[in-house]
């Protein structure tokens, strides 16, 4: 499985060079979560508001609000970094909405429909889970079908439930990522992605027939 956020020993490393004044380990730090934050956005924003607001805007704000942020998160790291990243991340998607829609408590994920295509890995993956078909190199567009037919049921999901789906499928968390980042105990976090699971498999009801 290829984690959407970058490994944490290179990163451990690099906090400490930012711990020690080194401005060259700050400026790694952000550009190793470049691509991570960049995805995210992508996945996230909706697409009516990305016609007026570019994403790599979004994605610079991102960084430079960590940068304006790190000393305080190297003074009390309360979670790994890439997990404080991506709430910053959350926080500035939200705002993109609220000052673009006028809606001040709206989910971030029930205005943006998840923007993946149905050729993307993830999405394959989490079908062949769902659908229990085997997934092969010649059956391709029965691999595309099964992932629009994935990505249309998590659009239906109820707001924690497509979250957490995201989260794991898309993100690439663990559990106990998942368990700090919705700061919920690891048990409940488990609890939560099960019924999540459950539920998108009612919405699936059968696997897609074969294109």
């Not at 490994?7 to 979560?33: F, I, S």
Request: include cysteine; charge should be neutral; glycine fraction near 4%.
């Amino acid at each position: 499985m290829n984690r959407m956020w970058p490994t944490t020993d290179k990163t451990e490393q690099l906090l400490d060079g930012a711990r020690q004044g080194d401005a060259d380990a700050v400026n790694r730090l952000m550009d190793r979560h470049r691509d991570a934050i960049q995805r995210m956005v992508r996945m996230r924003l909706d697409q009516k508001i990305r016609r007026r607001v570019d994403v790599s805007d979004v994605v610079q704000d991102v960084l430079i609000e960590a940068n304006r942020r790190l000393a305080g998160y190297l003074e009390d790291p309360a979670m790994p970094f890439h997990l404080w990243l991506r709430h910053i991340t959350s926080d500035r998607i939200i705002d993109a909405h609220r000052r673009h829609r006028g809606s001040a408590k709206r989910s971030v994920d029930r205005e943006q429909p998840l923007v993946v295509q149905g050729n993307d890995r993830s999405t394959i993956q989490l079908a062949a889970q769902l659908c229990d078909a085997e997934m092969t190199p010649a059956a391709r567009a029965t691999q595309a079908e099964m992932a629009r037919h994935v990505e249309q049921a998590i659009t239906q999901l109820a707001d924690q439930d497509a979250e957490i789906i995201v989260m794991r499928h898309y993100e690439h968390l663990s559990n106990q990522e998942v368990a700090l980042a919705l700061q919920l105990s690891e048990q409940a976090a488990s609890m939560r992605y099960l019924r999540a699971v459950r539920r998108l498999r009612g919405l699936l009801g059968e696997t897609p027939p074969e294109g």
